[in-house]
């Protein structure tokens, strides 16, 4: 064969190879590299029979830069150098062993997408990245098809569609197809998933050189997958690989929302977040009245705070028990109850985040998001703070450690802690904690469960029968639900009868099954059981949603159904007892219940049906996310190109009763942080970091920084690992994620993340992005070095002139002014912040807002010269506009700006306790730690004038 290097430009692919090492931390000399690739494109040609130049459009840089490395590894760590030469020379690579270099394709590139011309890489939304998106969403499908009824009507469908380039092609694709079909009902039988993604890569291949060839074929294949899409959903929960061009039922890439999203509450109202019991709460008397004992009351006078907690064996009713005591115990607590669920909070490693906890009933308490402090020591002491003088009742479900507890002890006397918890926490005895175990209930409290589900009647006809049932499911309330609810919706079943069924049940099932509970997995698989094929599956998928909260958007849009049909079957499940319903309409397992359906689907289900759930749940929440992040700013930079995946779907953000988009991504925070864990888990790369960038939008309006931290770092490691090339994304990611590492006071790892941003957004070669990264960096020099932040500034603001990105360069020449007065030059920096007004002004959309940061900058640049007058005149405009614009703590600081000028000796103090009080009001309003200053602050102003001038209004302020 002939060498490519002699007919190929491979100049391109060598240079962007070479970058992909570097940025890996590897330097290799263009030699070596080049070799290679040269030996890739003939290993490509000689195993799928293309000629060297359409082999060479299938190699990419990440395969190239991966096998240097592999055989840099495998070959010169024997000695196989060549003499005289250092690190990966070229004749070690050329010498490698064969074998490294033969394997499938497949193995070979470790999963690399091909299909891309190398520059398309680089010119995001090109036609031909979209066809060979096009091609991998089809690949991917097919495979999904392959095992349905429907995949002899889509067989001939594919090679019809080959027929465009003759006769011939199409009998050979009808060909493959039947074999590839053959292999992959062998391969499932034998549980091989490398079979699968053999098949997907091959037939990925085979579609891209049919689009390259013909790219008009691209319409009837986008036909033909929708159309497929339709005819897998008709079996009600059909799974398919894709998630793109109809791997959803007619193109339905989300599910849309189908639940109420709760608005924010106002900061003055009183909070009430204990969940309402969704089914008649029975029994547990002699529990309630022993923690009506254990909790002080009100008449009591305690100046203690209680502290108890429900612990007991998973299914036995803690939660229920929690949130009666909490409803039926409302007046013992006029100040509020607050609610934390620690599940929602745990992450990866299975600890909750405690900060997350403080924070969140801090919020409860009024603070507003500028007004939390960063760690979870001052947090907790503003906790302490906020609830001091308050009598409130905390409940913290599912707490499984002492210190999350310890943490949201309020101070206020009266107040008490309701914790529920699987684990033993013991050590919180030493606190003074309550320890009260719940036994699982007795037969008589048990039957009365029966009897308020299925009627005394029917208890009292069949006494033994009932008995029986109660000690079948082990006297565990969630078990007794779901046996009355067989009950109830299947009239000729007897109890006896259920009884029989669950005795052979419970026999037949191992000890292991539901954490040893034999009995009550009996009870769930005979439910399970009475479920239709349809109604089985979607039970089986939903145990694998990484989601505690799920609405019928989600759940139709993670099994691959339509909403309707999906609403359908969630209806089915909660009459039988195996969903509950939550105050906002969206839908829970019990863990119990959650177990059971994921071992139904591990059992039941090809090993490869999780992989392709997630990628539809994951598809969906990057599409909602995606709306709703332009719903919030349009002109964001953005590196993930999403405009294919929203093309013809449905704006949830657009209609006129639809949820605020803040408010929606707020309410799913914890889904999202979930769903992103898990895609990570499963190696969807590209899509986990094109939602963390999305997502961010969130956490720049609320400052939740573990979860933003946590989600950036997930999306900034799958940019890394990604298949595809995309440095740009790293960089982007690795940008913001120095914005919660600042404010978390991680500034060397905030400075590391930002180097490797640097780097990374060279090799992109992006100017608009080079310019946001180096502001990002301009503001980690602001605290260390302002003179080195102006340079990075200065930089930042000539490459977004480059770009033309005018909102862009006025950002920077906004810090670039404020980092001159820092470093001390006002003069020059009053120059600047002028430019940087002007251009926020300018447009048919001025940013009013950010025009009057710029306008306080120029305040304090005045002050800094010694005109003072002219310092007032600027802060007090701003401090109007911002005020108009409820751009309140921007208001709250130029207020204090005026309030230092004035305070100074010789000041003009006419207005000094006008600018203290509304400062004090806005911090008062949002729970800030400031506020007690300001308040002492008016209080020794106002001894020192007489206490009955009247208020007079600043400039401005009127």
Known sequence: ???????????????????????????????????????????????????????????????????????????????????????????????????????????????????????????????????????????????????????????????????????????????????????????????????????????????????????????????????????????????????????????????????????????????????????????????????????????????????????????????????????????RFPDGQLYVDFAELRGQNGGGDVSAAVAMCLRSLGVKDPYLPQSLAERTRLFRSRSAGRRILLVLDDVNEPAQVRALVPQGPGSAVLVTSNARLGELALDGARLLPLEPLDTHSALRILADRCGDQAVAAEPVAAERLVALCAGLPVALHVVAARLVTNRRLTMAGLADELSDESSRLTAMSLRGERSVSAVFDSTYRQLSADEARFYRLLGWLPCRTFDSGTAAAAAGVDTPTAQSLLDV?????????????????????????????????????????????????????????????????????????????????AADDAPLPLAWLEAERANILAVLREASRLGLHTAVWQLAEGFTVLFLHRRHLGDWRESLELGAAAAAASDELVPAAEARLRSLLSRPLMDLGEYEQARRELETAVACAEVADRTELRASVLEFFGRYWDRFDPSRAIEVYQRSLELNTEAGQKRGAAIASLFLGSAQDAAGDPAQALLTLGQARQALLAGENPDLRMAARAEVARGRAHDHLGDTEQAIGSLSEAARILREQKATHYEAEALLELAAIAERPGGDRTHLRSYLARALEIHEDGGSPLAEQLRERVRVLDAQTDPGSALREPPGQA
């Open 1 to 331: 064969m002939a060498d490519p290097m002699e007919i190929l430009p491979l100049k391109t692919l060598v240079t962007h190879s070479s970058a992909v090492l570097l940025t890996r931390g590897v330097e290799v000399e263009a030699t070596s590299v080049r070799g290679v690739a040269a030996h890739l494109v003939e290993t490509m040609a000689q195993q799928t029979g293309m000629d060297l130049e359409e082999a060479f459009h299938l190699v990419t840089p990440e395969a190239v830069a991966e096998i240097t490395m592999q055989a840099a590894a495998g070959a010169c760590a024997t000695g196989r150098s060549r003499e005289g030469e250092s690190g990966i020379s070229g004749g070690c690579v050329r010498d490698a062993p064969g074998a490294r270099l033969s394997k499938p394709l497949r193995s070979l590139y470790g999963g690399v997408l091909v299909g891309l011309d190398h520059e398309a890489k680089y010119e995001g939304g090109s036609v031909e990245a979209e066809l060979a998106a096009l091609a991998a969403s089809g690949a991917s499908a097919l495979v999904g098809a392959m095992v349905t009824d429907s995949w002899e009507q889509a067989k001939t469908r594919v090679a019809r569609l080959f027929a465009r380039r003759g006769r011939a092609r199409e009998e050979e694709a009808d060909d493959d197809l039947q074999e590839a079909g053959a292999q992959l009902v062998a391969a499932e039988e034998a549980d091989d998933d490398s079979a699968a993604a053999d098949i997907e890569a091959y037939w990925r291949l085979r579609l891209s050189r049919l689009l390259e060839e013909d790219p008009a074929a691209a319409d009837e294949l986008r036909q033909l997958l929708a159309d497929l899409g339709g005819d897998r959903g008709q079996g009600g929960a059909a799974i398919s690989g894709g998630v793109q061009y109809g791997a959803f039922q007619n193109s339905q890439i989300h599910g849309g929302i189908t639940y109420n999203v709760q608005p924010l509450l106002p900061s003055e109202a009183l909070p009430d977040e204990v969940p309402a019991l969704r089914v008649p709460f029975v029994n547990r008397t002699a529990d309630l009245s022993r923690m009506d004992g254990m909790v002080s009351s009100e008449e009591s006078g305690s100046s203690h705070v209680d502290v108890l907690v429900l612990g007991g064996t998973p299914g036995v009713g803690k939660s229920a028990t929690a949130s009666r005591w909490a409803h039926r115990s409302r007046e």
């Open 573 to 653: 499940l909660e009459e039988a007892g195996l969903l509950e319903v939550t105050d906002d309409d969206r839908y829970r397992f019990h863990d119990l219940v959650r177990l059971h359906a994921r071992e139904r689907a591990a059992a039941e289900e090809p090993s490869r049906t999780q992989r392709a759930l997630v990628e539809k749940l994951v598809t969906h929440y990057l599409a909602l996310t995606a709306f709703a992040d332009r719903a919030v700013r349009a002109d964001r930079l953005r590196i993930a190109d999403v405009d294919g995946l929203l093309a013809g779907a449905a704006d949830p953000f």
